[in-house]
């Protein structure tokens, strides 16, 4: 009876034991939620054209300028914490240009009229304290316009345009940039 009195107590403890070594501590959620935009907009279709994985900041009273500025001197991460990422699972022709399907970081480089997107061959960064202009792929302007309704969280979407093109759309606060682009379909 001590015998079985003392294994189940050592069972008990080894079980305490090895669920205390498991434990996690899962960090609280992001105040920049991490979010992405696909097209086609179908997530169960698995023949995607391109996805875009980025950080969702929010303007919480503040002006889109102060958060991502206009200015010559630089670019911004556009969204929040890591670099944004595109990936195109195709050849594309964005906004004109050539860009061979594989996955880049999108920074970005506001202005009042328009913005240059920039893509760059260097991945997973944080930020944009690490951008070097010597690793951009792909530079285009974008067009800039104003959305009647403030654009709380910083958002991508795709829609679908005439002649087999789509147009991406950054939106936030007031400002809303879209370039288009499209498969490059070899005859």
């Known amino acids: 009876m001590k015998k079985t009195i003392l294994l189940v107590a050592v069972f008990a403890m080894a079980m ?7 434990a996690q501590k899962f960090p609280r959620l992001d105040v920049s939620p991490m979010d992405a935009a696909t097209f086609p907009n179908d ?15 929010q303007l919480k009273g503040r002006e889109v ?10 670019v911004w991460r556009t969204g929040a ?3 944004t990422e595109i990936t195109f699972f195709k050849d594309v022709s964005f906004a ?15 202005a009042e009229k328009e913005w240059t997107l920039v893509f760059s061959s260097v991945r997973n960064v944080w930020g944009h304290y690490t951008y ?8 285009v302007s974008a067009k800039v316009s104003k959305s009647e309704k ?3 969280a910083f958002s991508i979407a795709f829609d679908k345009a005439k002649d087999h093109q789509v147009i991406m759309y950054l939106g936030w606060g007031n400002t809303v940039v879209s370039v288009p682009f499209k498969e490059v379909v070899l005859k």
């Open 16 to 22: 305490i034991s090895s669920t205390d070594a498991f």
């Open 43 to 57: 997530w169960k279709n698995s023949d995607k054209l391109v996805k875009v994985i980025y950080g969702r900041p």
């Open 65 to 74: 300028s102060s958060l991502a500025a206009v200015s010559d001197k630089g």
């Open 81 to 83: 914490n890591e670099a």
């Open 96 to 110: 004109g240009k050539a860009v061979k399907a594989g996955t880049y970081t999108l920074f970005t480089i506001p």
């Open 132 to 139: 070097d202009k010597k690793d951009d792929v792909l530079r």
């Open 150 to 152: 403030t654009i709380e």
